[in-house]
């Protein structure tokens, strides 16, 4: 009885520590599509556009920096993982093309960025994969 009281609160404190180390996953994980949203108007502004856009775009990259940083600074990485092996364990593969002078399951393109957390996946990269 004395043993499985020791387990008991051994998985408990185990608990309680994932729960505490990963406190705010669920705030991470909806702030993401807006830094989405962040790139793809920054995007925008390799397409010589006017200068008043171009202006509000520089903007949107000063905010986009601060949370980026913001979120490297709680352990948010985004996935390095264009031209790297296909891993079904942080991709999930939307697309498969033939690409000509790639190797076969090698990642092509990324059509969303995968994040992980303190070393824990929370959100799955959407790629293109090679056949």
């Known amino acids: 009885t004395s043993a499985e009281m020791q387990n008991m609160k051994r998985r408990m404190e185990e608990e309680k520590s994932n729960l505490l180390k990963y406190d705010g996953e669920e705030l991470i994980k909806k702030l993401l599509p807006i830094v989405d949203n962040f790139e793809r108007a920054i995007s925008m502004d390799d397409a010589n556009l006017e200068d008043e856009v171009s202006k509000f775009l ?13 979120l490297q600074g709680y352990e948010v990485i985004a996935m390095d993982i264009l031209g790297k092996p296909f891993d079904p364990n942080t991709m999930n593969a ?3 093309e033939e690409a000509v002078g790639v190797e076969p399951n090698m990642v092509i393109d990324v059509l969303q960025k995968g994040y ?8 799955y ?5 090679s056949k």
Do not use: E, H, P, Q
């Open 58 to 70: 520089n903007g949107f990259k000063m905010i986009y920096g601060n949370l980026s940083d913001t």
């Open 94 to 96: 939307v697309l498969v």
């Open 116 to 123: 992980t957390y303190k070393g824990k996946v929370i959100r």
């Open 125 to 129: 990269a959407m790629v293109k994969v």
